[in-house]
């Protein structure tokens, strides 16, 4: 398994602007499938976006799509999570997770990750 460490959560108001990082252990992350989930207060968790081992394919969920974007530096072990335009309903505990595969396809279900990360808090004030 990989172990994830996530950084960059905070407070800030709607509308800023603000990334996540996730930094891998694993010498084999290139070989991972990551992705960025968030459960929100009285939630259950769900996917926010995943990216393909290369970086070449990227998948978001429709809530996110045009605001977020995911990319990773494989020479760095990191994913990020860049949040634009932040809203109210993005405060959530946002957590980093990875499974092995280094495929095209990403997939977006939870129990496809073998790795998860502690999560780092998010929070938009109005």
């Known amino acids: 398994q990989v172990q994830l460490v996530e950084t960059g959560g905070g407070l800030v108001q709607a509308g800023d602007s603000l990334r996540l990082s996730c930094a891998a252990s694993?010498?084999?992350?290139?070989?991972?499938?990551m992705g960025w989930f968030r459960q929100a207060p009285g939630k259950e968790r769900e996917f926010v976006a995943a990216?393909?081992?290369?970086?070449?394919?990227?998948v978001y969920a429709d809530s996110v799509k045009g605001r977020f974007t995911i990319s990773r530096d494989n020479a760095k072990n990191t994913v990020y999570l860049q949040m634009a335009s932040l809203k109210v309903e993005d405060t959530a505990v946002y957590y980093c997770?990875?499974?092995?595969?280094?495929?095209?396809?990403?997939?977006?279900?939870?129990?496809?990750?073998?790795?998860w990360g502690q999560g780092t808090q998010v929070t938009v004030s109005s």
């Open positions: 694993a010498r084999t992350f290139s070989r991972h499938t």
């Open positions: 997770a990875a499974y092995w595969y280094f495929g095209t396809v990403v997939d977006v279900r939870q129990s496809r990750y073998e790795s």
């Open positions: 990216i393909s081992w290369s970086g070449g394919n990227t």
